[in-house]
Structures are given as structure tokens and as C-alpha cells.
């Protein structure tokens, strides 16, 4: 064999690794970043509370239902917060 075929041969086998190694990379990639691994919509999205600005997932916020308008809250502590700033602006 001349050193032409081992380059060529080499080349090619190094070709189908990048894509075998390529292609199980893109699979594991939606797991990382935490998309759905079916490519789905997201599961839960962001609110701010109004006392302390912090961005929540809504699931996990503690809720106010008040004066026709939802609130939500990181703790009961920013809750608290937020009724006795309300009692007083009244």
C-alpha cells in the first residue's frame, strides 16, 4: 500500500467517527440545556415578585389572589411583606 491509500483510508475513518461521535452529541445536547428530549414546549415559566424582584418558576411561587389580580411571591415572608404595604397604602 502506498502512504496515499493510508492517508486517503485514514482520512475516511476519521471522517465516520466525527459522525457517529458527531450525531450522539446533538441526542444528549436537549438533556443539558434542559429542553424536553422531544423537542417540547417549556414546562413552567417565570414571574417576579413584586417585593423583592426575584424571577420564580410560577409552580413553585406562594400565590395572592387579590383585587382581581394574581400575585405571585418566592416566600410567605415577601407575601407578608406585601399585605402589610398594601394595609398601610390604604
Known amino acids: 500500500m502506498t502512504p496515499l491509500r493510508f492517508l486517503i ?8 467517527y466525527r459522525l457517529l461521535i458527531g450525531s450522539s452529541k446533538k441526542r444528549g445536547l436537549g ?4 429542553v424536553a428530549a422531544s ?8 414571574v417576579e415578585d413584586p417585593v423583592c424582584h426575584t424571577y420564580i418558576p410560577k409552580g413553585q411561587a ?9 400575585y405571585y411571591f ?4 415577601c407575601c407578608e411583606m406585601f399585605l402589610k404595604q398594601k394595609g398601610a397604602e390604604e
Open 31 to 34: 438533556k443539558k440545556q434542559g
Open 9 to 16: 483510508i485514514g482520512f475516511l475513518l476519521y471522517v465516520l
Open 39 to 46: 423537542g417540547g414546549a417549556v414546562k413552567d415559566i417565570l
Open 62 to 70: 406562594v400565590q395572592l389572589h387579590n383585587d382581581k389580580q394574581m
Open 74 to 77: 418566592c416566600s410567605n415572608k
